[in-house]
Structures are given as structure tokens and as C-alpha cells.
């Protein structure tokens, strides 16, 4: 069997490069190894977190906000059970929804594990039997997998990985997690919108390591007011099992006396590494660097010719979206198409209550790199949907160089800052500076005249404060 294109693994980066490459005209496969299409995104990531994030978030304002609005509903209950059918059914229409596109597209899809076994030929192995195709190209979108503690031993019933929190069959009475970044705060988030007692542990002094400083602290204190217990610059060193629970050596980072925190569960959430396992890359000579990442040029080419790789598999921000990107890309340029990613221009989100959401340089990024700066910012409280909708909490913050106003970033906490962050991709994709989202005409009463605000602060003259 020829294509002109194999793909390897169906996550975000794999299926957008296959549907493309079929939009450009090529013979398409996909290799997966799991039953269903989508990656860690769609099955174990992106959309179930979103789903319970969803969930328990409206279960949380039932319990708290609902009441503030004159909605007298009596205690809400828990439904387990019924929350985790909802996040599968979350799951279940995207993983089937790429399944549609697959045949839409006229890709051919093979299940099993790929390995590259020489120059153009994939080989698939499944249930003992193993297949040979062959391409033109091969790209590998393989992903990424838990990055794990040494010592510390994920089972994914009680210390669990992201994986494992999506799944838990009741409400942990405490639980502990490691790591203060996305997938720790989000998932802290759920449980404990859902009665647990949560303590999260981080290395460094800072939660959300990267994005700007003075967002970030409003975002760590907001999520502290909600029940959040923050240890920071600490260290778990171990968890052992003790009376039926479990226990966590907690150490200052740099060194010094231990404490015992008690926990039900344990969530380690300390990263993912790239994924290759299973591929034959050693064999095919195809050069990884020192963090596992394959490496490849700016045309997501590797080494080797006719092996390319996208996604979570290669060096940057570990998004779908930033998949998505390359995957097109990848195979436009492939098909002599001008594709590109600006990786400068990539948002990141984290999808607590409120929200947290970034594009561009931090504030301290930009005076690093020696580019003056002026800020502008913004609080929702001054907002007039943010009064309106009782969701006073956050701001916008915009940096624009202080020379030409070009805007180099923009950093949201607040209510559907992921909605907002979209303007501020543009702005920066168009090159826009702070007084062109100023002048833009925001519809109000809405959320999104606070980035207006923001821009107009940038040259002094914010309306509301
Ligand atoms: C809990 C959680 C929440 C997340 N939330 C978000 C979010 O809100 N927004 C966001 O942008 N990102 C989020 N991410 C990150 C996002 O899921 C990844 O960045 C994204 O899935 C990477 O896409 P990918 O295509 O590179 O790899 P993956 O999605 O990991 O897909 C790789 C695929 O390759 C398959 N595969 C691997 N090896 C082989 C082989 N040898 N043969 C055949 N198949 C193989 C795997 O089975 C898998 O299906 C989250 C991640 C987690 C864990």
C-alpha cells in the first residue's frame, strides 16, 4: 500500500496534518495505536478536563452564586457518576467527530503501533499481525506522554497522573498535588469545586512558571481566597501508604527539615516528555536532543529525509493548538504551499474560575530583552457586564513597546479570558498597536471593552478609572 503521506498518531497535530494534506490533494494514512482518534486531547486531555472543568464549575456557583442571584435552588447534590457520563459524552462526540472527517477526507486509518522500518515504510503491528505501507513522507506526531518522580510510582487509582484525576470514582477527602502549573491547577480546580481539601506543592516560589509576574500573583490569590492551600519553593520527596492513606515527605526545595502532609490521592502533575517509544527512530537515525524532543528544522523536517515531526514530539509549548499549527504547515510546506507558524504569537490559557490567559512577552520578558515598555491595565471591577454578571475578579494587562506602541502582549485573569485572548492573537498577528484596539469599536455592555480599556491605558487616558 503507497500514499504520498503517513501519518503517526491521530492527536491534534496528526489529524489537522491529515485532513490538510488531504485538502492539498495527497493520498493520506494515519497509524494510531489507541481505539479511538484524537490524541491525548480529546481523550485524556484537553476536552475531558474542560467538560469536568465546566461541570464543577457550575455546580460550585449552584452551591455559592446561585443564591447571590435570587435562584434558590436548596443544597446542590453530587452526582458523580453523572458528571463523568457527561465529560464521556464530551469525549465521545469529538473522538467520532474526527473519525467523520477521517472518512470525509478519503484517509485511510490503520490502528495499531507505527514503526518506522527503513526509508518511506511504515509498519503497523497490532494483535500480533503486523502491516507494511509505505509513502513519500512520514510525519510523526507521536505526542507526549506524564512526566514522572522518581520514587513515586503513578497507579492511577490513588496516586494518580491527569489521567487518573479524570477518572476517580469519588471525591477525595484531601488531595495533594505536585506541580503549580496548567494541568495542577485546572485539575485542583475540579476536585476541589467538588469538596476536596486541596494542597498543591511547587519547586519553584511562583505558581505558573513563564507567564507575567504581576498576572499571576492575582491569579495565585484569587485561588487561594476559593480554598487553595499553596507550598511553595518545596519539594515532595516521597508518598508512602500509611493507615490506609497516604502520606507526603514535603521538603523546602533548597534543602532543610521535612513535614508529613496527609493526603487520599496524589496528583502528580510535573510536566509530559515527547513520546517516541515504539517508533524505530534510533534505527531509522533519526536525532533527538537532550530532552527526548525530535529535532527538526523550520520546516518540521528531520534529519532524515522524507521523516518530518509536529506537536508535543518536538521542542515548544506543549498546546493542541500549536499542534494544529504545525501539522498544517508541516505538510503546506510539503506541497510547496506558504504555511507558517508564529510561534511569538501562540496563547496559552489555563481554564480555571477565573480564567488565566496569555499571548506574547510577560512584562518581564520585554524588559529582558531590553525593549522599553509602557503597560496598560485594566480591572474587570470597573467593567460594566463584569458588575452585571457579578464578575468583578481580574484585569487585562497589555504591553506595547514603548517606541512604536506595537503591542508585544497581553496577559487576562478573569471570567472568559479565553474568549478574550483571541482579539489580542490578531492585534498581534496584524501587527496592531495598543491605539488601534483602543479606537476599535467594543459592542457594550461586554467583557471584552476592558481590553479596549486596557489599550487606551496604555497611553493614559482609560475612561472608567
Ligand atoms: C489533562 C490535560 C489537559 C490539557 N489541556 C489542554 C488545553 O486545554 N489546551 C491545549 O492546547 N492543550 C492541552 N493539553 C495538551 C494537549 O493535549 C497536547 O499539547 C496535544 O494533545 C498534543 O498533540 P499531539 O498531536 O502532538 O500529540 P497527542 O495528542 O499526544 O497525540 C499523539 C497520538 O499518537 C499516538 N501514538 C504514539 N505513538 C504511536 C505509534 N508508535 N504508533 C501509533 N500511534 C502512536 C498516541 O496514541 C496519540 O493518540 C492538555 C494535556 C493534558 C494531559
Known amino acids: 500500500m503507497h500514499y504520498d503521506l503517513i501519518v503517526i498518531g491521530s492527536g491534534p497535530g496528526g489529524y489537522f496534518c491529515a485532513i490538510r494534506a488531504a485538502q492539498l490533494g495527497m493520498k493520506v494514512a494515519v497509524v494510531e495505536k489507541e481505539r479511538t482518534f484524537g490524541g491525548t ?22 452551591g ?7 435562584i434558590k435552588l436548596g443544597k446542590p447534590r453530587l452526582d458523580l457518576p453523572g458528571m463523568m457520563k457527561f465529560k464521556d459524552a464530551g469525549v465521545d ?37 503486523t502491516e507494511r505501507l509505505e509513502a513519500n513522507a512520514i510525519v510523526i506526531a507521536t505526542g507526549s506522554d506524564v512526566a514522572r518522580l522518581p520514587g513515586i510510582e503513578i497507579d492511577e487509582r490513588r496516586i494518580v497522573s491527569s489521567t487518573g484525576a479524570l477518572v476517580l470514582d469519588r471525591v477525595p477527602e484531601r488531595l495533594l ?7 495542577g491547577l485546572e485539575l485542583g480546580s475540579v476536585w476541589r469545586r467538588l469538596g476536596s481539601e486541596v494542597v498543591v506543592v511547587e519547586f519553584l516560589d511562583r505558581i505558573l512558571p513563564g507567564m507575567d509576574n504581576e498576572v499571576c500573583r492575582q491569579f495565585h490569590r484569587l485561588l487561594e481566597k476559593q480554598g487553595m492551600t499553596f507550598r511553595l519553593s518545596s519539594k515532595v520527596a516521597g508518598v508512602a501508604a500509611v493507615d490506609g492513606a497516604l502520606q507526603a515527605t514535603v ?16 496528583l502528580v502533575a510535573v510536566g509530559r516528555v515527547p513520546y517516541t517509544e ?23 523536517a528531520t534529519n532524515v529525509s522524507g521523516i518530518y515531526a509536529i506537536g508535543d514530539v518536538i521542542a515548544g509549548p506543549m498546546l493542541a493548538h500549536k499542534a494544529e499549527e504545525e501539522g498544517i504547515a508541516c505538510v503546506e510546506r510539503m506541497a510547496g504551499v506558504p504555511g507558517h507558524v508564529n510561534y511569538a504569537c501562540i496563547p496559552n490559557v489555563v481554564y480555571t474560575h477565573p480564567e488565566l490567559a496569555s499571548v506574547g512577552l510577560s512584562e518581564e520578558d520585554a524588559r529582558e530583552r531590553g525593549i522599553e515598555v509602557r503597560v496598560g491595565t485594566f480591572p474587570f471591577q470597573a467593567n460594566g457586564r463584569a458588575k452585571a454578571l457579578g464578575e468583578r475578579e481580574g484585569q487585562v494587562k497589555l504591553v506595547a513597546d514603548a517606541a512604536t506602541d506595537r503591542l508585544l502582549g497581553a496577559h487576562i485573569v478573569g471570567a ?21 484596539i483602543a479606537r476599535s469599536v467594543h459592542a457594550h455592555p461586554t467583557l471584552p471593552e476592558a481590553v479596549k480599556e486596557a489599550a487606551l491605558g496604555v497611553a493614559g487616558r482609560a475612561i472608567h478609572i
Open 41 to 62: 486531547c480529546l481523550n485524556i486531555g484537553c476536552i475531558p478536563s474542560k467538560a469536568l472543568l465546566h461541570a464543577s464549575e457550575l455546580y460550585d456557583q449552584a
Open 64 to 70: 455559592h452564586l446561585f443564591d447571590r442571584m435570587g
Open 93 to 129: 462526540g469529538n473522538v467520532k467527530g474526527v473519525a467523520f472527517l477521517f472518512r470525509k477526507n478519503k484517509i485511510e486509518s490503520f490502528e495499531g503501533i507505527g514503526r518506522i522500518a527503513g526509508n518511506g515504510v511504515v509498519e503497523v503491528t497490532s494483535a500480533g499481525k
Open 177 to 183: 498535588v505536585i506541580g503549580a502549573g496548567v494541568i
Open 251 to 266: 521538603a523546602p526545595a533548597n534543602g532543610g527539615a521535612t513535614q508529613a502532609i496527609g493526603a487520599d490521592v496524589v
Open 278 to 300: 515504539g517508533l524505530g527512530l534510533k534505527a531509522a537515525g533519526v536525532n533527538k536532543d537532550n530532552k527526548g524532543r525530535i529535532v527538526v528544522d523550520a520546516r518540521f
Open 416 to 436: 472568559r479570558a479565553s474568549d478574550m485572548i483571541a482579539e489580542l492573537v490578531v492585534a498581534m498577528e496584524l501587527g496592531a498597536s495598543a491605539e488601534d
